[in-house]
């Protein structure tokens, strides 16, 4: 069975790269969600093995939104793929339980590496 | 860190902008970029241009801007997202491929701002679409105007900011 991703960024540009590079690489997009407040909603009825989370999102943030996620699902494997490369916002995602942080723009070596690590903790 | 109540403005905090931009367009659209020769002061487009605005928040306030001829925006659409269907019109999907590209390279400047020892963070990307229409910025007077050249025409970036004070924006 392959590995169920949901995607979470307000951009429909982001979304399309992203589920691209999963499905090429053999992953099932389960779910997309342009914001976090409708990532939060669906997450207990898509239950994805993962989260790819974008930070800067209008109404609710990738910060909020990954702290109710794990409120959801403390075992809930979020990946942060955010533009933001101030450090701090790097620090705080993983103090917040972000299984990782990738930097955009990415390259897909880097997001495979990221995936294969995380999946198999 | 202990950062300084009012950091003087350099050349380096433009230079934060500019890196990432030229890596940023390379990376994500494919095409080569050069930094032209910055000015100061604004520009009236004479043609249909898209303009992409995101707002700069923290130790520095300000706002980032992109200008786009529509030729340019077609090239760059195709690079970000591999469509090879042309764009007829500037839907809402190219406002959202620009919106991104403008955001992750305001984005990857706030890294080279913190090397700086600022802490920014960004607002969402504001576009506006047309022509013969003035940008004001009325408490913050310097715009500075940063060509990025590609072979298919050039990409307009201003940059501009003040640095907080107690609270404040100084000019």
Same mark, same amino acid.
């Given at each position: 069975?392959?590995?169920?991703?949901?995607i979470?960024?307000?951009?429909?540009? *982001?979304?399309? %790269?992203?589920?691209?590079?999963?499905? =090429?690489?053999? /992953?099932?997009?389960?779910?997309?969600?342009?914001?976090?407040?409708?990532? #939060?909603?669906?997450?207990?009825?898509? =239950?994805?093995?993962? #989260?790819?989370?974008?930070?800067?999102?209008?109404?609710?943030?990738?910060? &909020?939104?990954?702290?109710? %996620? !794990?409120?959801?699902?403390?075992? @809930?494997?979020? $990946?942060?793929v955010?533009?933001?490369?101030?450090?701090?916002?790097?620090?705080?995602? !993983?103090?917040?339980?972000?299984?990782?942080?990738?930097? !955009?723009?990415f390259?897909?070596?880097?997001?495979? @590496?990221? +995936?294969?690590?995380?999946?198999?903790? | 860190?202990?950062?300084?109540?009012?950091?003087?403005?350099? +050349?380096?905090? /433009?230079?934060?902008?500019?890196?990432?931009?030229?890596?940023?367009?390379?990376?994500?659209?494919?095409?080569?970029?050069?930094?032209?020769?910055?000015?100061?002061?604004?520009?009236?487009?004479?043609?249909?241009?898209?303009?992409? *605005? $995101?707002?700069?928040?923290?130790?520095l306030?300000?706002?980032?801007?992109?200008? /786009?001829?529509?030729?340019?925006?077609?090239?760059?659409? =195709?690079?970000?997202?591999?469509?090879?269907?042309t %764009?007829?019109?500037?839907?809402?999907?190219?406002?959202?491929?620009?919106?991104?590209?403008?955001?992750? $390279?305001?984005?990857?400047?706030?890294?080279?701002?913190?090397?700086?020892?600022?802490?920014?963070?960004?607002?969402?990307?504001?576009? @506006?679409?047309?022509?013969?229409?003035?940008?004001?910025?009325?408490?913050?007077?310097?715009?500075?105007? $940063?060509?990025?050249?590609?072979?298919?025409?050039?990409?307009? *970036?201003? &940059?501009?900011?003040?640095?907080?004070?107690?609270?404040d924006? @100084?000019?």
């Open positions: 069975m392959k590995t169920r991703a949901m979470v960024d307000d951009s429909s540009t *982001m979304r399309q %790269i992203l589920r691209g590079l999963l499905e =090429k690489n053999g /992953f099932d997009v389960a779910a997309m969600a342009e914001s976090g407040v409708e990532a #939060v909603e669906r997450y207990p009825e898509v =239950k994805p093995d993962f #989260v790819t989370l974008d930070m800067i999102m209008p109404r609710q943030n990738g910060l &909020v939104t990954l702290e109710q %996620i !794990k409120r959801l699902d403390p075992n @809930a494997i979020v $990946i942060m955010s533009s933001l490369a101030a450090e701090d916002s790097i620090v705080v995602c !993983k103090e917040a339980g972000a299984a990782d942080y990738i930097l !955009k723009p390259d897909e070596a880097k997001v495979m @590496a990221v +995936l294969q690590r995380v999946l198999k903790d | 860190m202990t950062r300084p109540p009012s950091p003087q403005l350099t +050349l380096e905090h /433009f230079h934060a902008f500019i890196e990432p931009a030229i890596h940023v367009i390379e990376k994500m659209v494919g095409l080569s970029v050069r930094a032209g020769v910055p000015r100061v002061g604004t520009s009236v487009p004479q043609e249909e241009t898209v303009t992409v *605005m $995101i707002g700069l928040r923290g130790d306030t300000g706002t980032i801007v992109f200008r /786009f001829r529509t030729d340019l925006v077609r090239r760059i659409v =195709k690079g970000l997202t591999g469509d090879e269907e %764009i007829d019109e500037i839907d809402g999907a190219a406002q959202d491929a620009l919106g991104e590209l403008a955001n992750v $390279i305001a984005g990857n400047a706030t890294g080279n701002l913190q090397r700086l020892g600022l802490q920014v963070t960004v607002t969402l990307p504001v576009i @506006a679409m047309g022509r013969d229409f003035r940008l004001v910025f009325p408490d913050i007077p310097e715009l500075v105007v $940063i060509p990025l050249e590609t072979a298919h025409g050039d990409i307009e *970036m201003s &940059v501009t900011f003040a640095a907080k004070v107690n609270g924006n @100084a000019p």
